[in-house]
Nanobody
Framework: QVQLVESGGGLVQAGGSLRLSCAASGRTVSRVAMGWFRQAPGKEREFVAVFSWSGGMTRYADSVKGRFSISRDNAKNTVYLQMNSLNPEDTAAYYC????????????????WGQGTQVTVSS
């Protein structure tokens, strides 16, 4: 079992930045890839970024490449999502997720989910 707790969401103006954190706990934390997804009202949940559990590999959605950066601190069992140059289209609930796969971009491949943290970008 892996438990995930997100933090760091909030209200920010367009062009601003936020950093989300996801603290993981559980026996197998060191062997899970950790990713971020988001879901806006009326839309499906979409992949944002992922950090593999080995090899330091990352993947990003095209919509956030160059603006968002995912990092991982294994000593703290925490993954971060640094979000820069935010725009209103980034407004959504952001979810942290964990998968036993080395790396994955499909929501269906993830085994554990956090409760989500709201990010709202005003124009």
């Amino acid at each position: 079992q892996v438990q995930l707790v997100e933090s760091g969401g909030g209200l920010v103006q367009a062009g601003g930045s936020l950093r989300l954190s996801c603290a993981a706990s559980g026996r197998t934390v060191s062997r899970v890839a950790m990713g971020w997804f988001r879901q806006a009202p009326g839309k499906e949940r979409e992949f944002v970024a992922v950090f593999s559990w080995s090899g330091g590999m990352t993947r990003y959605a095209d919509s956030v490449k160059g603006r968002f950066s995912i990092s991982r601190d294994n000593a703290k069992n925490t993954v971060y999502l640094q979000m820069n140059s935010l725009n209103p289209e980034d407004t959504a609930a952001y979810y942290c997720a964990a998968t036993y796969r080395l790396i994955a971009v499909a929501a269906g491949e993830y085994n554990y989910w956090g409760q989500g943290t709201q990010v709202t970008v005003s124009s």
